[in-house]
């Protein structure tokens, strides 16, 4: 079936919490674009845009790269998802945001043609429900525990402590949600780089007596050196996120073992088809990997959620519910369960258009 459609818009979410922060910026307001394609026949596939300036994309620019790459879809059949893909690589470099937009929507479009679940694409399915880790913002010891328990009440029992570089205050966070939660609740640690080497070191060897999981991207995205020495240094597993932006990247990663885990995100990686490309990399070099954090639509954590469900090796909780934290959402579909996400059984990833 040819593809006829092709409209993308922006879109602007609230936070729940406009204070909300972490090391790397705040911002009281979510950016992404919702696009939008459909075939000769009227199925329909939709896709989101992530603005993530830490990964290399803000909103204008999303809607000027998806506008570029409309010519190299429309009039294409949309069943040929690698021959697009390979298309767009060829037209720009980079974009991965714009690119990851619409391969999910391509695969959306393909499945409800098939009227099958997402996942069946990717091989089907190994599991039916995904435990659902919940990030913390960075606030005050004391603010940071009221709100893990909060969550906890709520029925989750994986959360991810954002920190922000000063080894005393952190650990003092991770000290007192530890004391709030209890023993039951795992927890792990996000610096999203804000650490030397050397303080990412003694941060975590201080924080291992508090039995935290893991550790995400303690120090630059750029000092690969840093990170494979912390890896080899601490007690706790270490996790790349900022610095496993691309397929050539997780490459050098996993087979240098510079990281015990990988947190992989179809924005970042440009789409579901890369991301497997990545969750096989990882498997072939016995590292381990997740679903990191899809901030944006309910939209993205189905697509997200439908890839985590077929990966045998995805062996953690996955970030797939912060659109619980968020106001405006244009789809429906898909809602946390004492602390899981559900895969659904109908046509596409189940989340639906509700707009505006």
């Known amino acids: 079936m040819i593809i006829r459609d092709f409209t993308s818009h922006p879109n602007v979410m609230r936070k729940e919490d406009p204070s909300w922060k972490f090391a790397l910026g ?38 000027a790269e998806l506008a570029y790459f409309k010519p190299h879809v429309v009039g294409k059949d949309g069943g040929h ?20 937009a619409i391969d999910c929507a391509l695969h959306e479009l393909l499945a409800r043609r098939l009227n099958v679940p997402l996942c069946q694409l990717f091989g089907g399915q190994v599991r039916n429900q995904v435990p659902i880790l919940r990030i913390l913002a960075i606030k005050t010891p004391d603010e940071m525990a009221a709100q893990a328990q909060k969550l906890v009440n709520e029925g989750y029992r994986y959360l991810k402590i954002k920190v922000h570089g000063e080894v005393d205050l952190d650990v003092k966070r991770v000290a007192a949600i530890r004391k709030q939660v209890g023993d039951d609740v795992h927890l792990t640690i996000d610096a999203n ?32 050196e840093g990170l494979a ?9 270490v996790e790349a996120d900022e610095a496993a ?12 073992r510079a990281v015990d885990a990988v947190s992989l995100k179809i924005p970042k990686l440009g789409g579901l088809r890369n991301t497997i490309a990545a969750a096989r990399l990882c498997e072939q070099a016995g590292v381990s990997y997740r679903m990191g954090a899809a901030v944006g639509s309910r939209l993205l954590s189905a697509h997200a959620l439908h890839l985590a469900c077929a990966l045998p090796g995805v062996d953690y909780a996955c970030e797939l519910g912060e659109f619980a934290r968020l106001l405006d959402d244009p789809f429906d579909g898909i809602e946390i369960e004492n602390g899981v996400l559900h895969l659904t059984t109908g046509p596409g990833s189940g989340a639906r258009w509700i707009g505006p």
């Open 81 to 100: 998802i690698e021959a697009i893909g390979a298309a767009l690589d060829r037209a720009m470099r980079g974009a991965p945001q714009a690119k990851a």
């Open 229 to 237: 020495l912390v890896t080899r240094t601490v007690p706790v597993k």
């Open 193 to 224: 780089q804000s650490y030397t080497t050397k303080n990412a070191i003694i941060a975590i060897n201080r924080m291992a007596d508090y039995n935290i999981d893991l550790v995400e991207q303690p120090v630059s995205a750029d000092d690969f």
């Open 245 to 256: 932006g691309s397929l050539a990247e997780i490459y050098q990663l996993v087979t240098k």
């Open 26 to 63: 705040a911002s009281p307001v979510t950016e992404g674009s919702i696009l939008r394609i459909a075939d000769e026949a009227g199925n329909e596939g939709y896709g989101y845009a992530s603005a993530t300036p830490h990964m290399g994309a803000i909103a204008a620019t999303l809607e």
